[in-house]
């Protein structure tokens, strides 16, 4: 078990160029989370899989973000057009099936979009 | 809606004192409530959780008492360590969905 991966660690993007960031998750862990994080801040709830359905989109999410998860393992997250305003952390986070158990945190993607 | 505040730091106290980390949370029903730290340079782990009214979560010798009628969910420990140094996160989850306060940076002088 290496934990959650997420690549890249690090993005560098001009203002309006598309970027997508990996996600790998613990192996069996049916559920998947993306959240993003700022300076300062807590993490933001972005979305979130079970298996491979998307079930809750946070208002925060324009429709330039996008996410998949397409055979319920690893999930993609889709930036388009990007802005000097998404640039932030982005973590990845999995969970075992059953009710109340610990999310696991990937290292996080951070995006600098300039 | 669902959310949780907790208290603003930076805090600093010296080695060996008391801490107190003030949560609440706002939510429909009974959330399970988490504490989750980050320390310098790692990602965020799991802390302690309590998943319903009275509960006691603890480990490492944090503690926070799931209370229903205040709504909160505070983090103490009777004696702090400079390896305690770190951000600590209050969430709640709710409908399988954790939501985090801001985190609360605390710094343990020597």
């Known amino acids: 078990d290496t934990g959650v991966s997420q690549d890249p660690r690090h993005k560098i993007t001009k203002r309006g160029q598309n970027v997508t960031f990996r996600c790998d998750p613990i192996?069996?862990?049916?559920?998947l989370y993306w959240y993003r994080q700022t300076l300062g801040q807590g993490p933001e709830f972005l979305t979130y899989?079970?298996?491979?359905?998307?079930?809750?989109k946070s208002r925060l999410l324009s429709d330039r973000f996008s996410a998949e998860r397409p055979k319920g393992s690893f999930s993609t997250l889709e930036i388009q057009r990007t802005e000097q305003g998404d640039s932030a952390m982005y973590l990845c986070?999995?969970?075992?099936?059953?009710?109340?158990?610990?999310?696991?945190f990937g290292q996080g993607t951070r995006l600098t979009v300039v | 809606g669902n959310s949780v505040t907790q208290m603003e730091g930076p805090v600093t106290l010296s080695e060996e004192a008391f801490l107190t980390i003030n949560c609440t949370y706002t939510?429909?029903?009974?959330?399970?409530l988490f504490w989750y730290v980050q320390y310098p340079g790692e990602g965020l782990q799991l802390l302690l959780k309590?998943?319903?009214?009275?509960d006691k979560g603890s480990n490492k010798g944090f503690e926070a008492t799931y209370r229903k009628e205040t709504t909160s969910f505070h983090l103490e420990k009777g004696s702090v360590q400079v390896s305690d140094s770190a951000v600590y996160f209050c969430?709640?989850?709710?409908?399988?969905?954790?939501?985090f306060g801001k985190g609360t940076r605390l710094h343990i002088l020597p």
């Open positions: 899989f079970q298996n491979e359905a998307q079930l809750e």
């Open positions: 309590a998943t319903k009214a009275d």
């Open positions: 986070a999995s969970r075992p099936p059953g009710a109340d158990t610990e999310a696991f």
């Open positions: 939510a429909t029903g009974y959330p399970s």
């Open positions: 192996s069996e862990h049916n559920r």
């Open positions: 969430a709640l989850d709710r409908d399988d969905k954790i939501i």
